[in-house]
C-alpha cells in the first residue's frame, strides 16, 4: 500500500492551524498512525487508529479520516510543533510510511 | 519506563555483514511484537522487518528479503537483526520499535553505513 502525503512542506507561522493530508492507495479502513520527527530525535506516536490521541498529546493535534483519505490537523501551531511528521498504514503487509510533511516556521 | 536500545551499528564495506541488537526494559518483551525501522540521511522512514511476540512469524521489506535475519530471545528481552550481504543504499540509521500495530516506543536508533 503507497501512502503519499501532502504537501512536503508546510510553513505555518505560531498560533496558525495547520492541515496535513495523508492517501493511501487502497482503502485501510482506520488502520492508521501519525508520528512526530523533531531533528536529531526517533519519531514518536501521535495518533492511532486515525483519530485517537497518544497518551499526554495535547488536544490542539487531531486526527480524522477513514478509507484512503486521513487528515492530521493541529489547531493552533506552538513553537515545540515544528517538525516532520509521517503518516504509516497498518492494514497490511508489508508495513508503510508516507513520505513525510515537513512543519515549518 | 518503556526504553529501547539499540546497539551494533557501524561502518562496513559492501557484501559484509552486521548485527544490530536492541535491548528492551521497562515492560513484558515476550508479550509484544517487534519491529525494525530505517531512516537513511535526510530520507523518511522505512519499514525493514517484524517478528511476532514468540518469534514464530517474520515479515520483512522486499529490499531486504533474503539478506536480513530479524530475531529475538525473550529470556534476555533482546531484538536482534541480522544484516547480511550489506549494500550503500543500506546506509541509514536503524530504529527498532515496539508493536501495538502502530510503533510504540522508539529506540534512539543506531547508525549502519555502508562504504568502502
Known amino acids: 500500500i503507497v501512502m503519499t502525503q501532502s504537501p512536503a512542506t508546510l510553513s505555518v507561522s505560531p498560533g496558525e492551524r495547520a492541515t496535513l493530508s495523508c492517501r493511501a492507495s487502497?482503502?485501510?479502513?482506520?488502520?492508521l498512525a501519525w508520528y512526530q520527527q523533531k531533528p536529531g530525535q526517533a519519531p514518536s506516536l501521535l495518533i492511532y487508529?486515525?483519530?485517537t490521541r497518544a497518551t499526554g498529546l495535547p488536544a490542539r493535534f487531531s486526527g480524522s479520516g477513514s478509507g484512503t483519505e486521513f487528515t492530521l490537523t493541529i489547531s493552533s501551531l506552538q513553537s515545540e510543533d515544528f517538525a516532520v511528521y509521517y503518516c504509516q498504514q497498518y492494514n497490511k503487509w508489508p508495513r508503510t510510511f508516507g513520505g513525510g510533511t515537513k512543519v515549518e516556521i | 519506563q518503556v526504553q529501547l536500545v539499540e546497539s551494533g551499528g557501524g561502518v562496513v564495506q559492501p557484501g559484509r555483514s552486521l548485527r544490530l541488537s536492541c535491548v528492551a526494559s521497562?515492560?513484558?518483551?515476550?508479550?509484544?511484537?517487534m519491529h525494525w525501522v530505517r531512516q537513511a540521511p535526510g530520507k523518511g522512514l522505512d519499514w525493514v522487518a517484524a517478528i511476532s511476540h514468540d518469534g514464530s512469524n517474520e515479515y520483512y521489506a522486499g529490499s531486504v528479503k533474503g539478506r536480513f535475519t530479524i530475531s529475538r530471545d525473550n529470556l534476555k528481552n533482546i531484538l536482534f537483526l541480522e544484516m547480511n550481504s550489506l549494500r550503500d543504499e543500506d546506509t541509514a540509521v536503524y530504529y527498532c520499535?515496539?508493536?501495538?500495530?502502530?510503533?510504540?516506543?522508539w529506540g534512539q536508533g543506531t547508525l549502519v553505513t555502508v562504504s568502502s
Open positions: 487502497q482503502s485501510i479502513g482506520s488502520n
Open positions: 487508529g486515525a483519530s
Open positions: 520499535a515496539r508493536d501495538s500495530n502502530w510503533f510504540d516506543p
Open positions: 521497562g515492560f513484558t518483551f515476550s508479550s509484544y511484537g
